[in-house]
């Protein structure tokens, strides 16, 4: 027999990065006795690697915790994480979407950050319940007093409300957990209603398939339950349904307020779509639940390996990512400068380095990553419109009526003295103003509307070096207009390279162009043959470099103990150079290929 | 030459007398600054790994060529230079007209040093001035001007020892291309039977890569060095002397023969501290170095005098380490080494061969049957020729 709803909460941390929120999780699930302290690994719900390295969350978790509270009942609290990245700002939203309630942590000397807020007015908007937790008070330069001022007039909850807590050393830590069970609803649904299950995440097992994780909102769910996807239209049987304790833990059923998994056999991630609505085949609900939208890519790039004869092997590791990475989408392409690879599509520009590096690290590739591009709409003459994500084929101009950029609303919270800075970063990066506003204390939002092709590169960076570290970023996709869009090209040696063409904004052609074929002459060795790096657009060269031919290359004394260490120079630069890619006559190396990402605007 | 009779039993020994008065700012060679009491326990250590050396297979053949290097082989003065060359000739058995050669400093050159050198046995010494540009010796951190270096060259020709060469750098930083070919001229002079001529390596470590690094000292471009060593290679010419090696020239018959086996591939001998040699499996074995199945072995020792001294008064060898080579990598030490010579270097592979003939295309190599050899062009570029014949 299953807790009453009654006494289920179902909630999420939303939480900066760094503002404490894995360890604060850490603390309630020993609070709750759900994890021993001695079995507790640093932050139980960050498990891959790459996410404790980077501090972010990749993967949501759910964890059921059993807690008697001070009123002496029995509760089930399910807490459920959200990824902490603003490339997965919908993978948040179904997360929150799955909860009643959220605690909102923030750290107290820095305040509320700008994802941090983007993510509270999705709560709202789900009508969450909100807690305030000003963590880390025991820090010397924590200012609880004004953080829960900033939480009082940014966000609209009574300073009063604000708990004050530190997870790292426990303090006010069951406090939290009594505000999660007095301040926060109960799941409200009906049992005997049609199913209606949110997917809210889902991760590939190698034994056992794919595992939902869902929240049923009515009906019932066990094990031979008959499931149809109402988007997906997938129909499988259940073999189990579970809840996390934190290990997977099969159960008798997940009534309608209950957070846990199902495992139907399902093969594929793609099957199990994120924000979907999981119904009974036999008895089908007439609605899915609100809010499905298909996870679509934002930014695209070549991947290509670096020998040639790993790309069966490239192959394979994709497959193998994209079972448990519905977001990530590829299929071939073929380059003349770098051979066989995939044009593989993102949510943003950090799950294009997580896949990459995990590549590198899990499956020992090495690879060429192009210069990302976001996704063009060309409008032709013949009256069709075309999706391009690669640069390489955008058609040719006299085919072409207008191209059509993606553009996006952008918010930047920052402390006021760094406003100058951060909005003529937005306006080099041709945005446009739409409001600031200034909150309490000193700092301020602002809000612009910019190409999404102006922020994936180093965007970011920028951001952070022009604040300081202080301004924190989210944005939204605002959709398409036609811009001055053109092909940037570059020639090496007369020869156009496909893979480092780019699309960029006619204003900004020739100090593009002159800058990346600037950087490409760092990073290009001298050849025996001069070599001549050109810009162009439209065949029309708008920047030109050179680089000299190699005049003087010879070790002037080579004599009986020179001969091992000349020898494995040698050995090594041969390496070196079986490595480099050919352009006609001329070897480039990797890096040229990422020029694009390392200029200095 | 085949592969196979470059690892013959080796006929070339090196003995390495790391002592100096000083280091020179661009230097990072296994030196030792240190007093004669040093000096005399490195050459009882020296002595006792010779005695091991020569009692085994692996000194069984007549010895062509004796090198004695440095640091400063001419700063061990007449009578430690003696007993060590008493021991040479008695360890190992050396053909007629060995060559003995001998590196000197001109600070120790005398007329009456060159004599006992001569009467020691010594065939050729090879005499370090560097420069004719007092500013650029003191820059260099040499010990000597270049007044006592030109002198030290002339008693050395007036002296009985048959081969006379001398060692010259160019492309120094604050050195004019004038003031360095007008040296050489000074230098040649005096025709010396060999001239080896190095542009400036600024080496990690050194002084002078310091200075260059921090700004205080500015490098010579690269269109300045070439000019310096195409100037120099022509004056060389015409005064007589043939380029036969990226860095040295000769009058005819006088090459350095030791050196000439390097870079054809040869095997050597090695004593003393931080010495480096190569041997066919065999006689490494016969050294107690591992050598499996591999065709060729080099070893070294330890680098720091001292330390060499210490492991053989505790009864190992001085040797530090040493790696099998394999085929491959003897193939290509050999091509690499040969192409450094104006003779060039046979060449078996169709593959290299081919690569050999689009290169020679450009006027850098020329082939000729399987012999391949680099163009004056070719040597300014010649380490990139060799990436590109390996990596074809």
């Given at each position: 027999m299953g807790t009453p709803t009654a006494r289920i909460r179902n909630f999420s941390i939303i939480a900066?990065?760094?503002?404490?929120k894995s360890t604060l999780a850490d603390r309630l699930l020993e609070a709750t006795g759900t994890v021993a302290a001695r079995e507790m690994?640093?932050?139980?719900?960050?498990?891959?690697d790459l996410e404790r390295e980077r501090g972010i969350t990749i993967k949501a978790q759910a964890v059921r915790m059993p807690y008697r509270a001070a009123d002496g009942l029995d509760y089930e609290l399910n807490l459920i994480d959200t990824p902490?990245?603003?490339?997965?700002a919908y993978e948040v939203s179904r997360a929150l979407a799955a909860c009643e309630g959220a605690l909102l942590v923030v750290d107290a000397s820095q305040g509320i950050e700008a994802q941090t807020l983007a993510n509270v007015y999705k709560a709202m908007e789900l009508n969450l319940e909100i807690v305030p937790v000003i963590n880390k008070?025991?820090?010397?330069?924590?200012?609880p007093t004004r953080v829960a001022e900033e939480v009082e007039s940014?966000?609209?909850?009574?300073?009063?409300r604000c708990l004050l807590v530190s997870a790292r050393t426990g303090e006010g830590v069951g406090e939290v957990l009594e505000a999660v069970v007095r301040q926060l609803p109960a799941p409200a649904g009906?049992?005997?209603?049609?199913l209606r299950a949110l997917i809210f995440d889902c991760k590939y097992d190698a034994y056992r398939g794919v595992v939902v994780y869902v929240r049923v909102f009515e009906g019932r769910l066990s094990s031979g339950t008959q499931i149809r996807?109402?988007?997906?239209q997938g129909t499988f049987t259940v073999d189990e349904v579970g809840c996390f304790r934190p290990g997977m833990e099969e159960v008798a059923e997940l009534a309608a307020g209950e957070v846990g998994y199902l495992i139907a056999s399902?093969?594929?991630v793609r099957d199990s779509k994120v924000g979907d609505t999981i119904t009974e085949?036999?008895?089908?609900?007439?609605q899915a639940l609100p809010?499905?939208?298909?996870?679509?890519?934002?930014v695209w790039a070549g991947l290509f390996p670096v020998?040639?004869?790993d790309y069966p092997d490239l192959k394979e590791a994709l497959d193998r990512l994209q079972l448990n990475d519905a977001a990530l989408v590829f299929e071939p392409e073929t380059s003349a400068a770098l051979g066989f690879g995939f044009r593989c599509g993102f949510l943003g520009l950090l799950h294009m380095e997580i896949v990459q590096e995990r590549l590198e690290r899990e499956f020992d590739l090495e690879l060429i990553t192009t210069a990302p591009s976001v996704a063009y709409r060309v409008n032709l003459r013949d009256g069709q419109q075309i999706e391009i994500d690669?640069?390489?084929?955008?058609?040719?101009p006299s085919q072409v009526i207008s191209i059509e950029e993606p553009r996006v609303k952008l918010e930047v919270v920052t402390p006021r003295e760094y406003l100058g800075g951060i909005m003529e970063l937005c306006q080099e990066r041709r945005g446009e103003f739409r409001h600031l506003e200034y909150q309490v204390g000193d700092r301020a939002l602002l809000t612009y509307d910019l190409p999404l092709g102006e922020i994936i590169h180093d965007f970011y960076d920028q951001l952070k070096s022009r604040s300081r570290g202080y301004a924190s970023m989210d944005y939204e996709l605002a959709g398409y207009r036609a811009e001055q869009l053109v092909k940037l090209d570059v020639l090496v040696a007369g020869n156009s390279v496909d893979a480092l063409s780019t699309i960029v904004h006619r204003g900004q052609a020739q100090g593009q162009g002159k800058r990346l074929v600037r950087r490409m002459k760092e990073v290009i060795p001298r050849q025996l043959f001069e070599v001549a790096l050109q810009a162009a657009v439209g065949g029309k060269v708008v920047a030109r470099e050179t680089i000299p031919a190699l005049r003087k290359d010879v070790l002037a004394k080579c004599y009986g103990g020179d001969i091992t260490r000349k020898r494995k120079l040698l050995e090594k630069q041969r390496e070196g150079k079986q490595r480099m890619k050919r352009v006609g006559s001329v070897e480039i190396p990797q890096e040229a290929f990422m020029a694009v990402l390392t200029i200095d605007r | 030459m085949t592969a196979d009779d470059s690892l013959a039993p080796p006929r070339s020994l090196y003995i390495h007398l790391?002592?100096?008065?000083r280091r020179c700012a661009y230097c990072d060679f296994a030196i030792s600054i240190s007093g004669p009491d040093l000096q005399d326990r490195y050459l009882d250590s020296l002595l006792e790994e010779l005695h091991f050396v020569s009692r085994?297979?692996?000194?069984?053949a007549p010895l062509q060529t004796v090198h004695l290097g440095g640091?400063?082989?001419?700063?061990?003065?007449t009578e430690r230079l003696a007993r060590l060359m008493e021991a040479v000739a008695a360890g190992f058995s050396m053909e007629d007209g060995c060559e003995v050669a001998l590196e000197a400093n001109p600070?120790?050159?005398s007329p009456a040093a060159a004599r006992e050198w001569a009467r020691l046995g010594i065939t050729r010494a090879s005499l370090g001035?560097?420069?004719?540009?007092d500013p650029t010796l003191r820059w260099l951190g040499r010990g000597h001007d270049a007044e006592l270096g030109l002198s030290a060259l002339g008693w050395l020709r007036e002296s009985d020892i048959p081969q006379v060469s001398c060692d010259l750098i160019f492309?120094?930083?604050?050195?004019?291309t004038g003031t360095f070919l007008n040296g050489l001229d000074r230098v040649l002079r005096f025709e010396p039977d060999h001239l080896s001529c190095y542009e400036l390596t600024l080496e990690p470590g050194t002084t002078t890569r310091r200075l260059v690094d921090r700004g205080r000292a500015r490098p010579v471009a690269e269109a300045v060095a070439l000019e310096q060593l195409r100037s120099a290679r022509a004056r060389l010419l015409a005064a007589g002397l043939t380029r036969y090696e990226v860095s040295n020239y000769s009058r005819p018959?006088?090459?350095s023969r030791h050196n000439l086996n390097y870079w054809r591939g040869g095997t050597y001998l090695a004593l003393g501290a931080g010495s480096h040699g190569f041997l066919g499996g065999a006689a490494a074995s016969a050294l107690g170095?591992?050598?499996?199945?591999?065709?060729g072995v080099r070893y070294w020792h330890f680098r720091d005098a001292a330390t060499y001294v210490r492991v053989l008064g505790q009864g190992?060898?001085?040797?530090?380490d040493s790696e099998q080579l394999e085929d491959s990598q003897i193939g290509l030490e050999r091509l690499a080494l040969g192409l450094r010579l104006t003779e060039g270097v046979e060449v078996a592979e169709a593959q290299l061969l081919a690569a050999s003939r689009r290169l020679a295309a450009h006027g850098w190599l020329v082939v000729e049957g399987e012999r391949v050899r680099a163009t004056p062009e070719g040597m300014e570029i010649l380490d990139r020729l060799t990436l590109e014949l390996i990596a074809a």
């Open positions: 900066h990065i760094d503002h404490g690994t640093e932050q139980v719900l960050d498990t891959m902490g990245h603003v490339d997965f008070i025991d820090l010397p330069q924590a200012e940014v966000i609209g909850i009574s300073r009063e009906d049992d005997s209603l049609p996807m109402m988007a997906g399902i093969r594929n085949a036999q008895r089908p609900a007439t809010g499905y939208r298909q996870a679509s890519p934002m020998d040639s004869d690669n640069p390489d084929q955008l058609p040719d | 790391p002592f100096c008065r085994t297979s692996a000194a069984a640091g400063t082989p001419s700063l061990l003065g600070e120790e050159v001035i560097q420069s004719l540009s492309a120094i930083p604050g050195q004019s018959g006088c090459q170095l591992p050598a499996g199945r591999a065709r190992s060898s001085g040797i530090r």
